[in-house]
């Protein structure tokens, strides 16, 4: 994780009884894992204990050395998350390192995007005076005992030209980022009016869905931007709303968990699954991913015309409502192709027009890729949007309604990004 400084001292901790179960182990421990060694040049020279391995690609247990060692670790572990105010942690990398006595590191940055993610710790267990820890090209004597947490995405190095072995524990941490009793958490990406309330209402009847009681930026207390304080709604991608929405600094997300936790509703006693929609998810969606663990998204697009139609009729109140509902509708286009494109969590890209006129099949995609929502149904009449109704694809009767002027104005954003809307599949 990138710090403000090279390195950060947390403090000192009790290494006693990890000291003496590591060196009851035998030399043939070290050598029994190599990943680190082989895949890492600049590891070669080290041995590792391995007891927890996570990358983007996989993830390793060494069980039985971490079932000896965690009740060891647990008191290191509950000082780190005291010191940064975390309550529960998630450990992606967990280790004792080995610099053989006369070796080196040299000097490298950790460049894979699941550092930028963690704090990397270091716990120096065996050590001495002569063994160097370069940070950005300042020179740090760790001692024994000590909990360090480093600036790893910066230039380091290790020199041990020592006749002693050096031995560190290492681990990757960062908070948990969890809705209280969920173990994913499902974000409808949706422009507005293109059918994520009815996405949501269906996805609310599930057994094992956790809901918030409507769209999470409009509770009350929520510790971030949203269109109603500047009166940008359904058109907030042409005021500087949108600056606001894609600014990390503009929220507090472990206030916003802590929020949405408080409100959420279970739907069963077994329920696992946080599902949230807000129009404006699709100008933060990497933040989400970022917030939020083990986060999937669900893409909803709808022909742009009936998307169009819906906002002038919702925003007749703002001059030149017609330029700035197209312009809205085309940025939200655009958005979405950009957040498919770059998505790294798993996803799903439904449009509207394949709910409405093939609901079974739609469910049973959405059943595919989440199998835990095996009881949707989008066929039964639901309270959407203020009144109850059937299921009803409700883009002819939008379409009809606009004038010859509204439909002018939309084509002419609309025709010439006539390839972006085929791509999604709506001729214009």
């Known amino acids: 994780m990138r710090l403000d400084k090279a390195c950060i001292r947390i403090g000192d901790v009790d290494i006693t009884e990890i000291t003496r179960h590591l060196k009851q182990l035998p030399d043939s421990a070290w050598k029994a894992n190599t990943y680190r060694q082989n895949t890492y040049a600049v590891h070669k020279q080290t041995e590792s204990l391995v007891l927890y391995f996570k990358t983007d690609e996989f993830t390793e247990t060494n069980t039985e050395l971490l079932s000896v060692m965690q009740p060891l670790l647990a008191p290191i572990f509950a000082r780190f998350a005291q010191y940064y105010g975390y309550s529960k942690l998630d450990i992606a990398k967990l280790m004792f390192a080995k610099l053989p006595a006369g070796a080196e590191i040299a000097e490298h940055s ?86 994520s309330s009815l996405m949501s209402a269906a996805l609310s009847d599930c057994q094992n869905a956790i809901t918030l009681p409507g769209e999470g930026h409009y509770i009350a207390g929520f510790a971030g931007p949203n269109p109603n304080r500047d009166n940008s709604h359904f058109v907030w991608s042409q005021f500087n709303t949108l600056n606001k929405l894609q600014c990390s600094k503009a929220y507090d997300w472990p206030a916003i968990r802590n929020l949405w936790s408080g409100v959420a509703t279970p739907q069963s006693g077994t329920a696992s699954i946080f599902v949230e929609k807000s129009p404006c998810n699709i100008a933060r969606m990497a933040m989400l991913a970022e917030e939020f663990d083990d986060a999937k998204f669900l893409f909803l697009i709808r022909n742009p015309y009936a998307m169009f139609e819906s906002v002038v009729r919702a925003r007749r109140d703002l001059p030149e409502v017609e330029s700035l509902a197209a312009q809205h509708v085309l940025w939200c286009f655009r958005q979405q192709e950009a957040n498919l494109q770059q998505c790294q969590s798993p996803h799903l890209l439904i449009r509207y027009e394949d709910v409405c006129d093939s609901p079974e099949a739609t469910a049973q995609t959405i059943r595919k890729f989440i199998p835990a929502f095996e009881d949707i149904d989008f066929i039964p009449p639901r309270w959407v949007k203020g009144q109850k109704s059937a299921l009803e694809n409700r883009n002819a009767t939008q379409i009809a309604r606009l004038t010859d002027n509204e439909r002018a104005v939309a084509e002419a954003f609309f025709q010439p990004n006539a390839e972006l809307f085929a791509r999604f599949g709506y001729p214009v």
Do not use: W
């Open 110 to 195: 950790d460049s894979a995007p699941i550092f930028a993610r963690y704090h990397r710790v270091h716990v120096p267990i065996v050590t001495n005076d002569a063994v160097m820890f370069y940070l950005d090209q300042q020179p740090f004597h760790f001692k024994t005992g000590v909990m360090y947490d480093i600036n790893n995405l910066g230039l380091h190095r290790v020199v041990n030209p020592s006749d002693e072995d050096r031995i560190h524990l290492i681990f990757d941490a960062r908070p948990v980022k969890r809705i209280q009793n969920a173990s994913s958490h499902l974000f409808i990406l949706s422009p507005n009016n293109s059918g």
